[in-house]
């Protein structure tokens, strides 16, 4: 019934093709390639558990998905925004699409905006849609935006004021 043959047997299913400008994507040592493409190709980014973020006019941007699973006091800006469980900002977020799981406090501006059960959220939305799942906390005003340049996120890095170095007498 099984045999040990080659693997071309016309009755078997071929294996999917990666996907377009995946297929030299290197596999890593365990072995096992991810099924979503290499981090470096996907432009994914983790905000850990581990990690708080404080300071005074702080804005983070993520050019693609930005996972925020620690804690940050400041503006954030990305593609794509998800806040996890563990995860709480404090400030403004906008992307052209945001899930937020764990805490916000300040204004969510996005295209696409969910709020899932486990969510916390003090402050406005500005959205094109708007989906609140049952149990999640919310507390502010929701206003669908007439125009996508309300909510569209500033990903052009250049566009920002640049930091100040601080002052040293000595």
């Known amino acids: ?37 290499a981090a470096s190709v996907m432009g994914a980014s983790v905000i850990g558990t581990d990690l708080t973020i404080l300071g005074e006019k702080i804005t983070i941007i993520s050019q693609n998905r930005l996972q925020i699973d620690g804690d940050i006091r400041g503006d954030v800006t990305g593609k794509q925004v998800v806040i996890g469980e563990d995860g709480s900002v404090i400030g403004t977020v906008c992307a052209e699409q945001i899930e937020v799981r ?34 999640a906390q919310f507390d502010g005003r929701v206003r669908r935006a007439k125009d996508l340049s309300e909510i569209a996120p500033n990903l052009d890095v250049s566009t920002y004021p640049a930091p100040v170095a601080p002052v040293t007498t000595g």
């Open 1 to 37: 019934m099984f045999s040990r043959g080659s693997s071309s047997d016309p009755g078997l299913p071929k294996p999917p093709s990666p996907p377009s400008g995946l297929e030299s994507t290197p596999i890593p040592a365990n072995g096992r390639a991810s099924p979503f493409g």
């Open 102 to 135: 764990g805490g916000v406090r300040g204004a969510i501006k996005a295209q696409s905006v969910t709020l899932h059960p486990t969510s916390v959220v003090e402050g406005d939305i500005f959205h094109q849609t708007l989906a609140i799942s049952e149990g």
